[in-house]
C-alpha cells in the first residue's frame, strides 16, 4: 500500500532515504535499533500495523510515521548536514569587524 507522497528522512551522513509505502515503512521500522525505540517509535509500529490490518488509512500510518521521523530528527531538510556543518564553521570563522588572516 503506497503512500500518496513519500516521506523523506535523512540517514547517514547527508543521504536521503525516502519511505513510500507501508511496507518499506515497516522494514524501515524493524531496522531500528531496540536501544532507541521509545513510545513514539511504538505508535508509529502500530500505526502501520493497524493499516496493514485495514484499521486505520494509509495516510493516518503515514503521519505517525512523520510525526516519529521529526521527534528523532529525521525529516529531511532538503540541506546536506556536511554542508551546513562547513558553512556555519566558516560563518563563525569570520566575525564582524575583522579581517580574515592565513596562518
Not at 11 to 17: E, I, L, N, S
Request: proline letters at 6%; aromatic letters at 8%.
Amino acid at each position: 500500500m503506497k503512500f500518496d507522497a513519500p516521506v523523506a528522512i535523512a540517514v547517514g551522513a547527508g543521504f536521503k532515504r525516502e519511505i513510500a509505502s507501508l511496507a518499506e515503512m515497516q522494514n524501515f521500522l524493524k531496522e531500528w535499533s531496540p536501544a532507541r525505540r521509545g513510545p513514539i517509535y511504538e505508535t508509529a509500529v502500530r500505526a502501520c500495523n493497524a493499516a496493514r490490518a485495514g484499521h486505520l488509512t494509509v495516510d493516518q500510518a503515514r503521519r505517525a510515521f512523520i510525526s516519529f521521523a521529526e521527534v528523532t530528527g529525521m525529516m529531511w531538510t532538503g540541506v546536506d548536514p556536511v554542508t551546513a556543518l562547513r558553512e556555519a564553521k566558516s560563518a563563525r570563522s569570520i566575525r564582524p569587524g575583522t579581517t580574515r588572516h592565513p596562518h
